[in-house]
Nanobody
Framework: QVQLQESGPGLVKPSQTLSLTCTVSGGSITANYDYWFWIRQPPGKGLEWMGAITYSGSTYYSPSLKSRTSISRDTSKNQFTLQLNSVTPEDTAVYYC?????????????????WGQGTQVTVSS
């Protein structure tokens, strides 16, 4: 059973960089054909697909966030990270990491095999 756990600051100031880490257990982020995702849910809104990193380290980003987003990984720690630059209050959301055995841009929970519990990030001065 794959388990994912998000970690990072719960409060970020406007214009700063939001950095979150997803720690994976019960599976390897380099396992063939496994894909790893960041998804967020702003208050009162639906899920928003942010980006993905593949088992081989390739990355994909939402066009609307691409200029501000970077996803990377540390294979020695079995972790992958999200960096979102120049945040504004509109970036306030619950941020989730998730995984699937296929590439997907689904915006519903059943589009993924495993989810982290989510972490609340508030952007405020």
């Amino acid at each position: 059973q794959v388990q994912l756990q998000e970690s990072g600051p719960g409060l970020v100031k406007p214009s700063q960089t939001l950095s979150l880490t997803c720690t994976v257990s019960g599976g390897s982020i380099t396992a063939n054909y496994d894909y790893w995702f960041w998804i967020r849910q702003p208050p009162g809104k639906g899920l928003e697909w942010m980006g993905a990193i593949t088992y081989s380290g390739s990355t994909y980003y939402s066009p609307s966030l691409k200029s501000r987003t970077s996803i990377s990984r540390d294979t020695s720690k079995n972790q992958f990270t999200l960096q979102l630059n120049s945040v504004t209050p509109e970036d306030t959301a619950v941020y989730y990491c998730a995984s699937a055995r296929r590439f997907t841009i689904a915006t519903r929970r059943d589009g993924y095999d495993y989810w982290g519990q989510g972490t609340q990030v508030t952007v405020s001065s």
